[in-house]
């Protein structure tokens, strides 16, 4: 054999082999983008349904928080009126006080170590019948109502944030 028909053999096995890998080249291109067009389709359709679930969860939350506003509104309301009308009673208490149509008073206690046994006399503009009674002095009553309406006001705010927790509980 020739040195020229051997360099000749080298180059048409080298070309065979060239064509040879650049054909597989080709086929394995073909088959793995098959493969991973067949992958993205199914990512993209599993993306997809991880959408729509999430925007169905989604849509469910908000509307369970507009429920739950709704109620918590409507419990503010509820406060805000129990809270107004306290107000207003104790504001005609107070001036009920303040113009002397009504008088506090509070019951005395009986010492029993007291050996009076007299019960006490009614006065001459009226009949008290039970256990004696001292009429308070009309600023000290308008103090007491002052505290207990410092009071009431706390009781119907407790109120109001127990209800307030139980709704939220409840959700």
């Keep these: 054999m020739s040195p020229a028909s051997l360099k000749l053999l080298i180059a048409g096995v080298a070309v065979a082999l060239i064509l040879a890998i650049s054909a597989t080249w080709k086929i394995q291109d073909w088959r793995y983008g098959k493969k991973l067009a067949e992958q993205a389709g199914l990512h993209r359709s599993d993306l997809e349904e991880i959408s729509s679930a999430a925007t169905a969860q989604a849509q469910v939350e908000q509307s369970k928080r507009l429920a739950l506003e709704q109620q918590l509104s409507a419990s503010e309301q509820t406060h805000h009126q129990v809270l107004s009308n306290e107000e207003k009673k104790q504001a005609r208490l107070r001036d009920r006080l303040a113009t002397a149509d009504v008088r506090l008073s509070v019951l005395l206690a009986e010492d029993p170590a007291s050996c009076n046994a007299v019960p006490p006399t009614a006065g001459a503009g009226g009949v008290v019948h039970g256990k004696a009674r001292a009429q308070l ?12 309406e410092a009071g009431d006001r706390g009781l119907i705010a407790l109120r109001a944030c127990q209800a307030y927790v139980e709704a939220v509980n409840q959700r």
Excluded: S
């Design 137 to 148: 002095d009309p600023a000290h009553a308008q103090r007491i109502i002052a505290i207990t």
